[in-house]
């Protein structure tokens, strides 16, 4: 992902800065005054985080029947396409810089998942099986405001960088089971979702933007979100048998989600 969103930042902006157009207006102040985008782009995905289950029996009698549990540590990698819109306000200082401020909507914040499947033991109990689990984070409802400042390095192509903060919705959903867990044959299993929860973060980038002709332009950037997220959730409950009960508990938590997108818009300015 790292090297598409290297050949797309390297093609796009080259695509950019060749474009031959003349753009309308004085060349003092181009780039002065309000404008709207749409477009959308590539994101990669990441999270620290672990997934996994526990499960503790007793015999109908008294006593520990066993316990067992297994886990696995987890990125949470995805990859997904996003749409975006936006709308801002530039000015143009003098022959070489400008500044505006930027607030968009993404139809995506990304999304991870993983799974795997293990053997597991009761231990105590010579019970065995197959363990598998699964969890999936997403972020959705993004919403973001940046600032940018930018230098032309001719009177219609500017580079710039932007910085801003970024809130959004983030959900984590499990599943797990043990395979041939009870006496006749058929697994212990549990799923649940946590309920959502507001996320923010920052936001960083780098982007250059072509004027074209009637005052319309195409940008392209690339950025990494950074998102405070550190929530998880445990779904527990009870089992029943002819010859045990118990516990069984699964879950799921995430924390220091990172982002990296390429973004390609088309934008009027008025």
């Given amino acids: ?43 990669s995905f990441s999270a620290d985080g672990g997934f996994g289950f526990y499960v503790e029996g007793a ?6 029947f066993g316990s067992g549990s297994s886990g696995k540590d987890s990125n949470f990698p995805g990859e997904d396409s996003f749409g975006a819109a936006e709308i801002g306000y530039d ?9 505006g401020v930027v607030a968009g909507f993404d139809s995506s914040g990304g999304s991870g998942s993983d799974s795997y499947d293990s053997s597991w033991s009761f231990e105590g109990s010579g019970s065995d099986g197959v363990a ?14 940046n600032g940018r400042v930018g230098y032309l390095i001719d009177p219609q192509t500017l580079i710039f960088a932007s910085v801003g903060a970024v809130q ?7 599943s797990g089971a043990l395979l041939d867990f009870h006496d006749d044959g058929s697994a212990l299993s549990l799923s649940g979702s946590q309920e959502s929860v507001s996320v923010s973060g920052a936001s960083f980038g780098i982007g250059a933007e072509r ?7 195409i940008k392209v950037e690339a950025r990494r979100v950074e998102y405070d997220y550190d ?37 009027k300015r008025f």
Avoid: P
């Fill in 211 to 217: 004027m074209l002709q009637n005052n319309w332009s």
């Fill in 91 to 99: 000015v143009q200082l003098g022959a070489k810089i400008v500044v």
């Fill in 168 to 174: 959004g919705t983030g959900q984590m959903s499990y």
């Fill in 59 to 64: 015999h109908e009698e008294g006593g520990l």
């Fill in 132 to 145: 598998e689990a699964s969890a999936r984070l997403e972020i959705s409802s993004v919403t973001h405001v």
């Fill in 1 to 43: 992902m790292k090297r598409l969103l290297l050949v797309t930042t390297s093609a796009l902006a080259i695509s950019c800065l060749n474009t031959v157009a003349i753009a309308d207006g004085h060349e003092d102040d181009l780039w002065t005054g309000a404008f709207v985008g749409i477009g959308g782009g590539m994101q």
């Fill in 231 to 267: 929530h998880g959730d445990e779904f527990g409950g009870n089992y029943g048998g002819q010859y045990y009960e118990g516990e069984y508990e699964g879950g799921a938590g995430a924390e220091s989600i990172v982002l990296n997108s390429v973004r390609f818009l088309v934008t």
